[in-house]
């Protein structure tokens, strides 16, 4: 017997990076039509151009592959977890070493390629309208960001973290600063430091600066018992950052490094 139809149709937004495999799941998702209506309302290549594409657009399902460019699609996950009305996500890959932790968790679908029509029907009626589980992203792996992400007059902004000088942390916010401009994150700096520990540096309790950005050290010209005696000069922008007492023999190595 078939499944009662949907009120209405789902709104999707398939993306990958290969043409083919987007002209198979427009194949196998007309296949299923009958079965349960649909509007693909946007199509990317990347996480980056998905994100772009779906601005301003209600999307209920997102079929997303996860080996991409620039943005993949676990990164792409992320950040549609964060928006108002965040889609399901199905991910859709070669790569069945991910789907088995995907499966135990009994969540959000996952399927392993090549993709029949049947299981993709099942996957997307089990989805139907239930957001990505956060416990999902906790679990599948995962390297550091390509990208940060910001709620800005009602967008949903993204930030290259190589474009990041520094981040300031700001009461119950973090502030990045790039070359540009500052946008405020819904972040901790602790988790930040952790994630791109590689690419950025503690100067401060609440400061981490971009290690490619920073120029070189100088003298604050505190007095004595002042927390900081040290400030970074940066290459982009024109504002010291504070060194604290503490960090300051944990960067000395690297200040070396810099005037060598």
Not at 40 to 62: C, K, T
Not at 63 to 91: Q, T, W
Not at 162 to 180: H, N, P, S
Not at 250 to 258: D, E, G, N, V
């Amino acid at each position: 017997m078939n499944a009662p139809a949907l009120a209405s149709p789902l709104l999707l937004l398939i993306c990958d990076d290969e043409a083919p495999a987007l002209a198979r799941l427009r194949d196998l998702l007309a296949d299923i039509a009958l079965e349960l209506p649909h509007v693909i309302v946007a199509e990317a290549d990347s996480g980056l151009r998905a994100l772009a594409a779906i601005e301003g657009l209600r999307v209920d399902v997102a079929l997303v592959d996860i080996r991409m460019p620039k943005m993949d699609g676990i990164e792409l996950a992320a950040h549609l977890s964060r928006l108002e009305y965040p889609p399901a996500v199905i991910f859709v890959t070669a790569y069945d070493a991910y789907a088995v932790q995907a499966f135990e968790l009994n969540a959000v679908d996952y399927l392993v390629k090549p993709v029949r029509a049947l299981r993709l029907l099942e996957a997307l009626r089990k989805v139907h309208r239930h957001p990505l589980p956060s416990a999902l992203l906790a679990q599948l792996p995962q390297g550091a960001r390509s990208h940060l992400s910001c709620h800005e007059r009602g967008r949903l902004l993204l930030i290259a973290v190589a474009e990041i000088v520094y981040f300031r942390a700001d009461l119950k916010y973090v502030t990045a600063r790039t070359g540009d401009r500052e946008f405020l994150l819904d972040e901790s700096l602790t988790h930040l430091e952790q994630e791109f520990g590689a690419q950025f540096i503690r100067l401060h309790r609440g400061v981490l600066a971009a290690r490619e950005a920073i120029a070189g050290f100088e003298k604050s010209g505190a007095g004595d018992d002042a927390e900081t005696q040290w400030q970074a000069i940066l290459r982009d922008v024109p504002e010291r950052l504070p060194v604290s007492r503490r960090q300051w023999p944990l960067l000395k190595s690297f200040a070396r490094r810099l005037s060598s």
